[in-house]
């Protein structure tokens, strides 16, 4: 099978390492940083490397987008003539309702795009700090369409399963976007405003522990990506906002009013919801 990764940031690399370690050795990729296709192929995570997909998706059995929400409908709409009868293409985009129906419309009825989502990732951008390691152990999403064949669904759950992860979850496009909503984005956005409201220019380094360490972990963000992805998904994420506001009040308001008792209770709930997770 003839493999065709199309971006080698982060993520996109970290599939290459992941197809090496599974044995597939078929791999190529598509990436409009030379000096990414050199590195890529120096560590001989690819076959070889493009700059356009024109010529390489032709012979291409599947192939992975890794790019920002708005570079995969570029992506589809520059390539929609050049798949090769039978394709299947995949993705590992954090939004789907997006660009999910332009694709869906335009897509030959021979091309089938199992929509996807890796729920692993890091904070840095580039090949340089890619690595299959996030895979292992790490939960997969598929939102499949009604146009799915149920062969190639199954194509795309064996392969990812091959490359490590430990779970793979179908669901609607709709309940992904509500879900990463709350999951993925909100967590961002409370990362980012904890870090933003510290004071100016005290040692805060010198104070922190773990709870700081880890819930600021995912502060360090790809500003490009991430405000693409918070307004291609901006009723989801305030709807989670909103209700985070409300539950942070709770705290607030027991506070003000010394009310040790309601603090003890949305402590106790938190808990035994923690623990059902």
Known sequence: MQIVVVGLGVIGGSFTMALKEAGYDDVYGI?????????????????????????IV????LIIISLYPGL????????????????????????????????????????????????????????????????????????????????????IEDLVYKLGFKRVRRITP?????????TSQLPHSLAVALVNSDIEGRETGSFIGDSYRDLTRIANINEDLWSELFL???????????????????????????????LKTLFIKSTKRREKL
């Not at 032709?58 to 059995?61: G, V």
């Not at 709709?174 to 709350?182: A, L, P, T």
């Open 31 to 55: 990436d409009v940083n030379e000096e990414t296709l050199v590195k890529a192929k120096n560590l001989g995570l690819i076959k070889e490397g493009f700059t356009s997909g024109e010529e």
């Open 58 to 61: 032709k012979s291409a059995d």
């Open 72 to 155: 995969v409908k570029k992506f589809i709409n520059d390539n929609k003539n050049n798949f090769k009868d039978g394709a299947i293409i995949t993705d590992a985009t954090g939004i789907k309702k997006m660009f999910i129906e332009h694709i869906v419309n335009i897509l030959p009825e021979n091309i089938d795009f199992v929509f996807g989502h890796p729920m692993a990732g890091r904070e840095k951008k580039g090949i340089d700090f890619a690595t299959n390691e996030v895979f292992k152990g790490a939960n997969y999403i598929l939102t499949p369409v009604a146009r799915n064949k149920e062969e190639n669904l199954k194509t």
């Open 174 to 182: 709709q309940h992904h976007d509500e879900m990463i909503g709350y």
């Open 232 to 262: 291609g998904n901006k009723e989801n994420l305030l709807n989670c906002i909103e209700s985070f506001e409300v539950e942070l009040d709770k705290i607030k308001d027991a506070i003000k009013h010394d009310d040790k008792e309601a």
